[in-house]
């Protein structure tokens, strides 16, 4: 997401690109900032490799 993020992508194409929603995108964005406001992309990445769950833990099929 970060790297999207700095090739100057929006939030909509980011979550196009890996089938969520733009305020997911965003959410977790503004999670795993730093303090001076930077995006922590290792965390990013290792997040975006993940299948989706839903809140009760199952896999979410596309």
Do not use: N
Not at 7 to 12: A, E, P, V
Request: glycine share 8%; proline share 2%.
């Amino acid at each position: 997401m970060a790297d999207l993020l700095r090739m100057g992508c929006s939030l909509r194409q980011i979550g196009r690109e890996l089938g969520r929603h733009a305020s997911t995108i965003k959410r977790e964005l503004d999670r795993h900032r730093d303090s001076r406001g930077a995006i922590l992309a290792a965390y990013s990445r290792s997040r975006c490799a993940q299948p989706a769950t839903s809140a009760a833990g199952a896999e979410i099929a596309d």
